[in-house]
């Protein structure tokens, strides 16, 4: 069963904003990170942003830095990312993922994914 839960995909018009919520139906250790990525076609995933989960030290990929911004809420085993001024070229399926690996940029270092909404913006 899947135990990453995602919501908040949608359609949005050139410059709006849309947030994804990712809900880890496990344990994330405080260690753990929880990522971001996109699907690619024909190429990995392509790393959106990781925070670490207790420290709340993040990373973004160069593609999306200054633009999306990752936080966290504990207590609800609940990451979020904040995507701004998003553009056509932004639409493709978004994964959230945790895992307990270093190099949290990577895919290896996850274990677990969410189902990969799409998120749709329109010219």
């Known amino acids: 069963q899947l135990q990453l839960v995602e919501s908040g995909g949608g359609w949005v018009q050139a410059g709006d904003s849309l947030t994804l919520s990712c809900k880890s139906y496990?344990?994330?250790?405080?260690?753990?990170?929880m990522g971001w990525f996109r699907q690619i076609p024909g190429k990995e995933r392509e790393f959106l942003a990781a925070?670490?989960?207790?420290?709340?030290?993040?990373w973004y990929g160069d593609s999306v830095k200054g633009r999306f911004t990752m936080f966290r809420e504990i207590s609800k085993h609940t990451g979020y990312l904040q995507m701004n001024s998003l553009q056509p070229e932004d639409s493709t399926d978004y994964y959230c993922a945790t895992g307990s690996g270093a190099g949290c940029t990577t895919i290896t270092s996850y274990g677990q994914w969410g189902q990969g909404p799409q998120v749709t913006v329109s010219s």
């Open positions: 496990l344990h994330i250790s405080g260690s753990d990170a």
């Open positions: 925070i670490r989960w207790s420290s709340g030290i993040s």
